[in-house]
Nanobody
Framework: QMPLLESGGGLVQAGESLTLSCAVSGLVFYSMGWFRQAPGKEREFVAGINYNGKRTQYADSAKDRFTISRDIDKNTVFLQMNSLKPDDTAVYYC???????????????WGQGTQVTVSS
């Protein structure tokens, strides 16, 4: 698996927005997803997108607030996060997902992720 590089995290206040990016060079024809892991919790699925960007899938916690997209020409997958809440505080990771469900992890390993911290 090609290394994945997540970026765009930071410290924001509740209600603000952030856009995360994931460089996916070499994985242009793969379905990709975003996951997150909060302190003391297991890693969980957030959003997934198929190889051409025409199908997406979201966790209930992300619906209506987050948008996953991809720029095929730039080999990048994005996660636009709006109306952020303190519960969204976590390390966010991107990785391969199953092409049928768009939510099942199919990668070999995890990158370093990008920290998102939402203050109340």
């Amino acid at each position: 698996q090609m290394p994945l590089l997540e970026s765009g995290g930071g410290l924001v206040q509740a209600g603000e927005s952030l856009t995360l990016s994931c460089a996916v060079s070499g994985l242009v024809f793969y379905s990709m997803g975003w996951f997150r892991q909060a302190p003391g919790k297991e890693r969980e699925f957030v959003a997934g997108i198929n190889y051409n960007g025409k199908r997406t899938q979201y966790a209930d916690s992300a619906k209506d607030r987050f948008t996953i997209s991809r720029d095929i020409d730039k080999n990048t997958v994005f996660l636009q996060m709006n109306s952020l809440k303190p519960d969204d505080t976590a390390v966010y990771y991107c990785n391969l997902v199953d092409g049928a469900t768009l939510k099942t992890f199919r990668g070999d390993s995890w990158g370093q992720g990008t920290q998102v911290t939402v203050s109340s």
